[in-house]
């Protein structure tokens, strides 16, 4: 959670908002597949204009970067902690 640091306890996000949401895992024929269907249980209206994904250079692993639209913290919350559960997941920014 990004809070402000002017102390008085406010989170700096409002929400709704766009939210950038990083998943880096290896290549498999299941992986885009298997965070596709993480990350639309908990953004059911996921546009899908608004996820891109990026081979890394010898192809080995995976990057995509899904763009919701975050209703609350607490969905980017569990969102994440679906994401870090995942096998198929190495790196979440």
Known sequence: MVKDISGDGDELLKFPTSYPIKVVGRRSPQMRANIDAIVREHVPDLDESQITERESNQ???????????????????????????????????
Not at 80 to 87: F, G
Request: aromatic letters at 6%; zero cysteines; a positive charge.
């Open 59 to 93: 192809q080995h692993f995976l990057s995509i970067t899904y763009t919701i639209t975050a209703r609350s913290k607490e969905q980017i919350v569990a969102l994440a902690n679906a994401l870090k559960a995942s096998p198929d997941v190495i790196m979440l920014i």
